[in-house]
Nanobody, 124 residues
Framework: QVQLVESGGGLVQAGGSLRLSCAGS????????MGWFRQAPGKEREFVAA????????NYADSVKGRFTISRDNAKSTVYLQMNSLKPEDTVVYYC?????????????????WGQGTQVTVSS
């Protein structure tokens, strides 16, 4: 069982940065691959970034490559999403998710646990 709580969202100007945090609980956290997803109004939830259980493998959506960085600290049961060079189109709710397995996947259906989301708003 894994429970996830996102934080760090807020309002930022275009070109600015935010760091999202996802605090996990449960004994399976350290063996779970973690992902960040986002959902814009009128669109389906989309993959942003994922990281393997150990942090040894990562994957990013093309739209965020070079701007976002996913990382994790298993000692703190926390996964992070560092977001730089933010754009207005990054204005969505961001969700943290956990798998029951440790491999990186990008499909929303492969993640069993989800946080409630944190809003990121990027002003022009």
């Amino acid at each position: 069982q894994v429970q996830l709580v996102e934080s760090g969202g807020g309002l930022v100007q275009a070109g600015g940065s935010l760091r999202l945090s996802c605090a996990g609980s449960g004994r399976s956290f350290s063996t779970s691959a973690m992902g960040w997803f986002r959902q814009a109004p009128g669109k389906e939830r989309e993959f942003v970034a994922a990281i393997s259980w150990s942090g040894g493998s990562t994957n990013y959506a093309d739209s965020v490559k070079g701007r976002f960085t996913i990382s994790r600290d298993n000692a703190k049961s926390t996964v992070y999403l560092q977001m730089n060079s933010l754009k207005p189109e990054d204005t969505v709710v961001y969700y943290c998710a956990a798998r029951t397995l440790g491999l990186v996947v990008v499909s929303t259906t492969s993640y069993a646990y989800w946080g409630q989301g944190t809003q990121v708003t990027v002003s022009s």
